[in-house]
């Protein structure tokens, strides 16, 4: 069967801060009389001096970001921060993965799907727009209303731009206040058209995104998944490997760095 959407996984994130709270950072942050910042660090440190609410998510993990609100030109924005980073042997990945996830938001600028790219704020760190609303996971918890038929074409639109997710689960799929649903995190995502060496494995990695987005079937619908779905669901074998590889080669070699 052609792969042609993708994925969802819940597993359990580093996040900190509560995902409900996003209404009344808003709120917050708006009432604050913030000069507006051009650098992240100054920025995101009077934004949390003004509230503790606005941080979204402390770095809590190997090459992981500092992800925060901050209020930018007068407006709210995400502020994505691999700073903690800079003086480590990572920071060469570390500065990497930002540019990545950048380019591939900035590819995305016109979709409706993905935070728009707000602009660069150092070496370590760039601004998007903030969504108000709760990451799919929340949203599900606490019995919102959620069609998965819309999360579906979401992840689908990502493939007809020749992306893939990679890492698509609760955490990475927010369903904004206007129901509109939007995809986040790209730092594991790929731009892959054709005539690009890694396009043969669109396919396969599309599959990753699919089995990730049924996982929210049975709770969105109500409804089983099909046999064929559940074949889709299960992780292939060549996937198991490379998880295996990166979590007994790859994984200790860097945290020794
Ligand atoms: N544009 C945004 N608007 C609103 N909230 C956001 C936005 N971007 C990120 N967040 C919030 O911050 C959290 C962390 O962001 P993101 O997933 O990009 O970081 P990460 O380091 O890749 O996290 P993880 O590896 O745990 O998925 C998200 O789960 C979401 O709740
Ligand atoms: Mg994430």
Redesign the pocket.
């Known amino acids: 069967m052609a792969c042609h959407f993708s994925s969802l996984d819940p597993a359990a994130?580093?996040?900190e801060a509560d995902?409900s709270l996003?209404k009344a950072i808003a709120a917050e942050l708006v009432n604050t009389t913030l000069a507006a910042n051009d650098t992240c660090i100054e920025a995101t440190g009077i934004a949390r001096a003004a509230s503790d609410n606005t941080v979204?998510?402390k770095?809590g993990g190997l090459l992981?970001?500092d992800?925060s609100v901050v209020v930018r030109h007068g407006r709210m924005t995400?502020c994505?921060d691999y700073q903690r980073w800079r003086r480590t042997p990572l920071a060469p990945l570390a500065h990497y993965l930002m540019r990545r996830e950048a380019r591939l938001l900035r590819r995305l600028n016109d979709w409706p799907h993905s935070?728009s790219f707000e602009g660069f704020a150092n070496r370590y760190a760039f601004f998007?727009?903030?969504?108000p609303g709760a990451?799919l996971k929340t949203a599900v918890a606490s019995g919102q209303k959620v069609s998965f038929s819309k999360v579906v074409d979401a992840v689908a639109g990502l493939h007809r731009h020749d992306i893939v997710h990679n890492?698509i689960r609760g955490?990475?799929i927010?369903v904004a206040e206007d129901g509109r649903i939007v995809i986040?995190?790209f730092?594991s995502a790929l731009y892959a058209p054709k005539g690009r060496p890694l396009h043969p494995l669109m396919r396969r990695m599309r599959r990753l995104d699919i089995a990730g987005t049924l996982k929210f079937k049975h709770r969105l619908t109500g409804k089983a998944l099909t046999p064929v779905e559940r074949r889709l669901k299960a992780k292939p074998q060549w996937f198991k490997g490379l998880q295996q590889g990166w979590k007994k080669k790859v994984l200790p070699v860097l945290r020794s760095t």
């Open positions: 994130s580093a996040r995902p996003n979204l998510q770095a992981k970001a992800v995400v994505k935070p998007m727009e903030y969504v990451d890492d955490s990475n927010l986040i995190d730092a």
